[in-house]
């Protein structure tokens, strides 16, 4: 189990450290990140998602509903608590929004998907396209909301029925929340994926994770650091407290112990970098969220492989 576990998480911080040194050495360009956010967020990571959810069958997909509603909850009180605690500290929505998704959401996309196989098993990858769907259908929408929300009413005086019918629009119309819940209609449906769509969506699909990877390390590279009492907590929230949470939650609904294992694990992932990238792209920037980031990695090179080890699979 030890070096299964190095084997795994070995590729994920060698290329989160890559495109870290290629953003600190000036490689390539880590302060406009727009392209490679765009090709990341809107184009590798919704095909992946749609792919892997499309091309499972109606029973898998149906056998991870009791871990995916205790995923979706666990994620739904972090995000709920940090939010409160942002707008308490910060009070703009928008950056409360942000930090809360980054620290909420796990990098699933990034880190999960690298140790679907090599740690969850054959049905690994759908864990953590579940994981992804979920989130995706519902915080990044929400977060998406109350950001354009926020910069709207200060653009405008106020917030108004109209600019909040538009920022739910704006946040439903992304491909991150589109792609998987056409996946899980597909899924549900039962219609089989004929293989060459399945083969030719894999193609751009199985480059997700390790730009995802890269993508991770090139922001952190670019991020301003500023350890906070709010960068710690954040840190300390995300790699301990939101497994701790799946894992009362688990044991609460009598999940069966790999189901149990998935979920501990798939929230023991550090930070996402869905906030920090969703920032960017909305104009949102926030070095508390990649403070978090990095700190939460860094942190998950210690923390991973002893939940890897303690969980029984």
């Given amino acids: ?82 939010f409160v605690m942002g707008r308490r500290h910060h009070g703009r929505s928008s950056d409360a929004a942000i930090q809360a998704l980054t620290v909420a959401f796990p990098n699933a996309a990034a880190v999960g998907l690298p140790l679907a196989d090599t740690v969850m098993g054959p049905t690994g990858a759908l864990t953590v396209a579940v994981t992804l769907a979920v989130g995706s259908v519902t915080l990044s929408p929400v977060t998406i909301l109350l950001v354009q929300r926020d910069s709207g009413s200060a653009a405008d005086g106020g917030a108004s029925p109209r600019l909040s019918a538009r920022a739910v629009a704006v946040a439903l119309a992304k491909p991150i929340v589109i792609a998987p819940l056409l996946g899980l209609v597909y899924s549900l449906s039962g219609v089989p994926l004929p293989h060459v769509v399945d083969a030719t969506l894999s193609e751009i699909g199985m480059v997700s994770a390790g730009l995802a990877l890269f993508l991770t390390g090139l922001v952190l590279s670019a991020q301003r650091i500023e350890i906070t009492a709010g960068a710690v907590v954040s840190t300390i929230v995300s790699v301990l407290v939101r497994p701790a949470i799946a894992y009362a939650l688990a044991l609460a609904f009598a999940l069966p112990p790999a189901a149990t294992a998935d979920a501990v694990l798939i929230m023991a992932v550090p930070a996402g970098f869905f906030g920090v990238l969703l920032g960017l792209s909305l104009g949102a920037k926030s070095a508390l969220a ?24």
Avoid: K
Avoid at 50 to 73: E, N, Q, Y
Avoid at 296 to 309: E, H, K, N, Q, Y
């Fill in 1 to 82: 189990m030890a070096w299964s576990t190095v084997e795994a998480l070995a590729p994920v911080f060698f290329v989160i450290a890559l495109g870290w040194g290629c953003g600190r050495w000036r490689l390539i360009d880590n302060v406009d990140v727009s392209s490679l956010n765009t090709l990341v967020m809107q184009i590798a990571i919704p095909v992946a998602l749609f792919a892997i959810l499309a091309s499972s069958s109606r029973t898998d997909l149906l056998g991870h509903a009791p871990m995916a509603a205790v995923v979706l909850l666990a994620m739904t009180v972090v995000y709920a608590g940090v």
């Fill in 290 to 313: 990649g403070t978090t980031l990095l700190l939460s990695t860094v942190l998950a090179a210690v923390t991973l492989p002893l939940v890897i080890t303690w969980l029984p699979r």
